[in-house]
């Protein structure tokens, strides 16, 4: 008997199928197209292909994120929210926070010692402290393809403090900088920074303590940069899973297989 979990997000489309004992079977993660109900299908078409099984042995879907409600192909919906918390409590028992960022959105949860959800933030209206922001300012103006960002970032002796906190006006401080010939590796870092204060500060401001252990998910986790400025700015240690994309997907077919 299997259960699956979809992620449906702006950015990636994430499906994650486990079995009776929730060990996962498969995962697989897409880019996410204009048509998500389409994204739903190809992702958990890739996940039952790698686990070599097929929609029948399929008992129970459950849907989360972003593009959700399209994929009509679920059984239940549940936010991302509560699917974040119950993917990464699943692979660390003990969290108590979770930042998670991804392409066009950041979140900061807190949970109790059950892991259930006692607050949380989250920034879905603006690129800044989102992967989208590294991504612009990269493909605009640096020239770098984004994977390069975080080993250049760890060169930096001397990283630039960018001051704006709005993509376009970050872009702006940028081409100064360059014009200023800053080194590429000080303004990258800077950037790094520039996402880890505004993620930390959404989180201040909606009192919750980063209280360890810290779980950082979501595909800028990839990025060793933003991991070791989220770091220096909370002075505590975040914990990275193997797979940091495919913790709400997690979570989702974990709730398939209890409600199934």
């Excluded at 509560?82 to 979770?98: D, E, N, Q, Y």
């Excluded at 250049?152 to 081409?175: D, G, Y």
């Amino acid at each position: 008997m299997m259960f699956a979990g979809i992620d449906i997000g702006s950015v990636v489309t994430k499906a994650v199928i486990i079995n009776q004992r929730e060990e996962i079977m498969a995962f697989s993660l897409i880019p996410t197209s204009y048509d998500r109900q389409q994204s739903g299908v190809e992702v958990l078409n890739l996940a039952l292909e790698k686990s070599r099984k097929s929609a029948e042995d399929i008992e129970y879907i459950v849907s989360t994120g972003y593009g959700r409600r399209a994929f009509t192909s679920s059984d239940k919906v549940l936010p991302e929210i509560i699917c974040h918390a119950r993917g990464t409590k699943s692979l660390f028992p003990a969290v108590r926070t979770i930042i998670d960022i991804g392409g066009q959105d950041s979140k900061v949860i807190q949970l109790d010692e059950e892991g259930m959800v006692i607050r949380f933030e989250m920034n879905d209206k603006c690129a800044a402290g989102t992967g989208r922001f590294l991504e612009v300012l990269t493909e605009r103006i640096l020239n770098l393809p984004i994977e390069e960002l975080g080993p250049l970032s760890l060169k930096s002796k001397n990283p630039c403090v960018l001051s704006s906190i709005c993509t376009v006006f970050a872009e702006s401080e940028i081409i100064s900088l360059l014009s200023g010939h800053k080194a590429k590796e000080d303004i990258v870092y800077g950037m790094s920074k520039s996402i880890a204060r505004r993620v930390i500060a959404m989180g201040v401001g909606g009192q919750i303590i980063f209280e360890e252990p810290i779980v950082f998910s979501g595909g800028v986790a990839r990025n060793i940069g933003v991991v070791k400025a989220i770091e220096e700015e909370l002075g505590k240690k975040v914990i990275i899973p193997e797979e940091p994309q495919i913790t709400a997907a997690l979570g989702a077919a974990i709730f398939a297989k209890e409600h199934s």
